[in-house]
């Protein structure tokens, strides 16, 4: 059983929303920090997007401010990233991690113990 699962990717036109879910199965998601990362065909993985486990702590990469909006709900132990206005450089594997640890570095990978899998989002015309 993977205990973080992603949903909501897809095929969007530029300037299109879709909306992503991190759910967890089988992990209290209300104890762990969430990050969202994506992975474009050739290039490294990169953060996007940051809460804290009690949602006080938020950050964006300066790529997406403005447009990407993450939240939770530890009730349905689920994160979710809205994104908006999607541009063609937004495509990429999306995956979520987990962790119990931060550092100055919201996006360091290495205080995120637990991923997905991944979920597929493209941008095109």
């Known amino acids: 059983q993977v205990p973080l699962v992603e949903s909501g990717g897809g095929l969007v036109q530029p300037g299109g929303s879709l909306r992503l879910s991190c759910a967890a199965q089988?992990?209290?998601?209300?104890?762990?920090?969430i990050g969202w990362f994506r992975q474009a065909p050739g290039k490294e993985r990169e953060g996007v997007s940051y809460i804290g486990s009690t949602g006080d702590t938020i950050d964006y990469a300066d790529s997406v401010k403005g447009r990407f909006t993450i939240s939770r709900d530890n009730t349905k132990d689920t994160v979710y990233l809205q994104m908006n206005n999607l541009k063609p450089e937004d495509t990429g594997l999306y995956y979520c991690?987990?962790?119990?640890?931060?550092?100055?570095?919201?996006?360091?990978?290495?205080?995120?113990?637990?991923w997905g899998q991944g979920t597929q989002v493209t941008v095109t015309v």
């Open positions: 089988g992990l209290a998601l209300e104890y762990y920090n």
């Open positions: 991690a987990g962790g119990l640890l931060s550092g100055a570095d919201l996006f360091d990978e290495d205080d995120f113990s637990t």
